[in-house]
């Protein structure tokens, strides 16, 4: 029952921590879809070609 009642409590702390920082997320804080450098499109992912750059 004590395992439980952790669990809950647990779940509640996450849940709070959540709520919380979507409050405080501005409205247009979203993953870019362009590269910061070299402004190729990458959907969120990293640039290939600033990656390809950092490897040589």
Known sequence: MVIIWIGIATGV???????????????????????KNCGFKTNGLKCPLCESEKRI
Do not use: T
Not at 21 to 35: A, F, G, T, V, W
């Open 13 to 35: 702390l996450i849940a709070c921590g959540l709520i919380y920082k979507i409050i405080k997320s501005s409205k247009n804080s979203y993953i870019s879809l362009k590269c």
